[in-house]
């Protein structure tokens, strides 16, 4: 071992930080509703975002009866169907997944595994949440406005989003695109805290070098959100000015039911850039929280350092970098020179090089560990497969050729699905197997939690492992129905069906996680501080759940790393980072 | 989408920057020491305010590098009728120059521990601002007069967008400053922090100056020449 002893040279939190710095409750209402606390403000993102996502969940289900069987249930129409896809995508990239992982773990996380006693600005980040509520319900408000919510598809490409003939093209998208503007105020908010807090507040010895990986990918994913959502905002405030001001800047000349329009000249591709902008590092933004946390969970329910850490964080930062240098890639078919084609193909292929070092040393931190198959692992190496394959189908769909005839079938739907929506989801749920002891002080519910898990994963390769094939045989996207294709065969209904039933069966064990969730808040096994024996600070809090101030009077010194589990010569087979010698203090 | 490019490389050179001087070469398993007092130990030498604000100001520099981009893109196509620049849009810019100005005599006031020449720094940059505010009321009114609607040409549109956009941003930061000088009357902040605040008010004022020049630069077709070379250099 190294023992470094250098000077000083930056600045570190004082082990003891004066009481009045300290927010404190004085009340109910602002220790559990405006409370400042990023442990509550978190388990109100959480909430909010799961509640939401189980709305998005029903959606899916009432599209998957459509495509299942096509005109058995009365209440699907094309204009409902086109509503349900289109809620059901923007609920889950944004104000599901985006929100669960940066506000709801970011919140909970980032203090409490950087030793700091709270975000830096707790102000800000109580307006953070209360912002993003106030867009969850004008999302929702729109399902109860006149022609109710926008049906143009979560992408909202104009010019359909804003003509008669797409649902919600009166008060719909005008509420969708208040409600985005005001994600990303909310989000912003919360980012700036996320970042500055990670920079600032570490305590004494934390290192950048020595935050756990979760931390690591959160604050990247934080920074990338930082940079992307603006390219959102910028095209949500064009689109909004479009559809309520009559300017010109995304809507061209058009004639519809034989009327001349007042737009103009403006450029739908315009739109697209600045979409896929943020859209593109989207992904990561939902990535990269999922690599990190993975990478804790692995390392420690198999006991073992997490292998090749500078690798892991080298790559992180890397994959955030090249993030922004791809995003064309979903505009393949909108036409662009040979040249875009070329450069945006090859920075695509590129990114999975950091990629799958990733992978490589997830799988080779499980060689020869003594694994623990306990439900937050079972999730972990569920996500490990799920995003391989999604990974791989990326790697087709990145090639300009390949992508041209797959576009628009249903191998794009499987294909992102697996990857940014079943793999990051898996992550979402060890996670919360993980850290729920932490949070409650009870464990969750083990039996429940391999049903939840074995239905979740094989139902979700049951979904999407034969859309790919339906996609391949041109089963498009995007289609109310299919109706008389030639070159779709009846296989390909029957295979709907089939995906349907999976679909409402994954959904059904979903309702079974919810209520392990509930039951096990009251009757869970008690956890104790650090059931899963980790090494990380937030498992070393004197209290659990963790108290105000999450570290009693005085904030905890770090002096390793946050792998080293399973180290010759120690009694245990953890270490935890704030613990000075091999061996613990009695 | 040039504008934004180069913004994010501009702020990616700065950022691996400051990675390089974080020992991300480090072998952290290989290092256990009580405290690790090495660079990259601690945070940066800056109030989290401080860096909070240099965040906020990327993210916002990104916000406005996205609508010159989008601009840069739609000037180019054939329905394109810039928009005269009125007098009053010069009048406004020095309006937000003397409030810059007055700011930072007000910050360097408060290093020179004079309050009471802070305090009329403050004031005065307020006042300056809040004219450059109805100033541009003014100007949109003026505009509106002479046919130069909101929908009429695209030119007019981005104009629109991008004052109302600045005016946002500058209102946004009359309020925190209406908060700082809320504690400079009062009296109760500490100097070291209020010196700070002030500081902070500064720079986001001289950032929205900066802003504010560029959107004139474009305006009045100074940067023609760089967007047609980022329109050759990324098409």
Known sequence: MVDISRDAADL?????????????????????????????????????????????????WLMRLQLGYPGAFSFIDAEHYYQF????????????????????????????????????????????????LLAVIVLVASYFVPGGPTGAGWTLYPPQVILSGTAGY?????????????????????????????????????????????????????????????????????????????????????????????????????????????????????????????????????????????????AIVAIGALSFIVWAHHMYVSGMHPWF????????????????????????????????????MLFALGFIVTFVNGGLTGLFLGNVVVDVPLSDTMFVVAHFHMVMGVAPILVIFGAIYHWYPKI???????????????????????IYFPMHYLGLMGVPRRYFELGEMAFVPPSAVTLNEFITIAALIVGAAQVLFVYNLIVSLYRGKEAGGNPWHATTLEWQTPETPPGHGNWGKELPVVHRWAYDYSVPGAPRDFVPQNQPTLTPAT | MGSIVLFLAVVGIIAGWWLARQRLTAKPWLEEGPLAEFPGAGAMAFPAQTVGLGIFLVVVGALFALVISAYSVRMLMLDWRPLPVPDLLWFNTGLLVASSVALQVAYASAKRLRPEDMKLGVLAAASFAVLFLVGQVLAWLQLQKAGYFLASNPANAFFYLLA???????????????????????GNERRERVRMLVGL???????????????MALLMGWADDFIELCGRLFT
């Open chain 1, 12 to 60: 570190v939190p004082p082990a003891e930080v004066p009481d009045v710095e300290l927010y404190h409750a004085h009340s109910w209402i602002t220790k559990y509703v405006f409370c400042q606390d990023a442990k509550v403000i978190a388990i109100q993102y959480s909430v909010t975002a799961l509640a939401i996502g189980f709305v998005a969940l029903v959606l899916s």
């Open chain 1, 85 to 132: 896809i289109t809620m059901h995508g923007m609920i889950m990239v944004i104000y599901l997944i985006t929100a669960i992982f940066l506000g709801g773990f970011g919140n909970y996380l980032i203090p409490l595994m950087l030793g700091a006693r709270d975000m830096v600005f707790p102000y800000v980040n109580m307006l953070s949440y209360w912002v993003y």
């Open chain 1, 170 to 314: 009166d008060w719909g998208i005008i509420l969708m695109l208040v409600s985005l503007i005001l994600f990303i105020i909310g989000f912003t908010m919360g980012g700036l805290n996320y970042v500055v807090t990670t920079l600032q507040a570490r305590t004494r010895g934390m290192t950048l070098m020595r935050m756990p990986l979760t931390v690591w990918g959160i604050f990247t994913a934080t920074v990338l959100a930082l940079l992307a959502f603006p390219a959102l905002f910028v095209a949500c405030v064009m689109l909004l000015f479009d559809r309520l001001l009559g300017t010109s800047f995304f809507m061209p000349a058009l004639v519809e039911m034989g009327q001349h329009l007042s737009y103009r000249g403006g450029s739908p591709i315009l739109f697209q850039h600045l979409f896929w902008f943020f859209g593109h590092p989207e992904v990561y933004i939902v990535a990269l929280p999922a690599f990190g946390i993975v990478s804790d969970l692995i390392s420690t329910h198999a006991r073992k350092n997490i292998f090749g850490y500078r690798m892991m964080v080298w």
């Open chain 1, 341 to 376: 084609g070329f450069f945006f193909a090859t920075s695509t292929l590129i990114i999975a090089i950091p990629t799958a070092i990733k992978v490589y040393n997830w799988v080779l931190t499980l060689w020869k560990g003594d694994i623990h198959l306990t439900v937050p």
């Open chain 1, 440 to 462: 409650t002080g009870r464990m969750l519910d083990d039996t429940m939690g391999k049903i939840h898990f074995w239905v979740t994963f094989i139902g979700a390769y049951a």
């Open chain 2, 164 to 186: 109302a956009l600045h005016g946002l941003h500058l209102s946004g930061g009359l309020v925190a400053l209406g908060r700082v000088g809320r504690k400079i009357w009062l």
């Open chain 2, 201 to 215: 008010c500064a720079a986001y004022w001289h950032f929205l100056l900066f802003i504010w020049l560029v959107v």
